[in-house]
């Protein structure tokens, strides 16, 4: 064994790692084996956590770039929304009464629809949707509830009237659709017949 080697395994050597153990005067070729492999299992649990860290950084890289890519017209597609409005309130105040009656008219409606289909057709080739829930259950997610209107025909918490669309890029809302909500009818209890069932008269207040 040369001097050097020698030196291996004189009191206060260590590899350099921080923390590893250091194997102290008078050990055995055993304890000093027990040391390094102590040492190598720390380097490599170390080793693996900043592999671990770099992959969830670059996951977190992805998927910010991806959102990125998605939505990075969302401020665009929320400025064409009051378009789409205007045509729709254009094409609502044309009715079927006006039509047929003038064909500069009939023209000019039919220029409106035209547009109106291409600018549909534009938002759905990116992703843009248009929510109308007419007869659906009220959804906060989508939906926001400008007032409530008794209707004992509609299960309550029915959209009843749609007052403006509302519309989603992918899966981020772009604008809640704002609706009428029916409140539902209410089961009048005062004029069923008393019941038979045990407990009927039970008092139940504390």
Known sequence: ?????????????SSGAPGAPTPEAGESIEEIGTHLQAEIAELKDRLLRALAEA???R????REREDTAKYAMSGFARDML????????ALAALGPDVRGKDPSLDSLIAGIELT??????VFER???RRIDPLGEKFD????????EVEDPTKPS???????????????RLLRPAMVTVAKGGRVETAQQAPSNDVGHNVDTKA
């Open 1 to 13: 064994m040369t001097a050097d080697e020698t030196n291996k395994f004189e009191p206060g050597f």
């Open 55 to 57: 992959e969830n950084i």
């Open 59 to 62: 996951r977190r890289g992805e």
């Open 82 to 89: 009051p378009i789409a409005d205007n045509l729709g309130r």
């Open 116 to 121: 109106d289909r291409e600018l549909t057709a």
């Open 126 to 128: 990116h992703g843009i």
């Open 140 to 147: 906060h997610n989508f939906h926001q509830a400008m007032m």
């Open 157 to 171: 918490g029915t959209v009843v009237q749609v007052l403006q669309t509302g519309y989603v890029l992918r899966d």
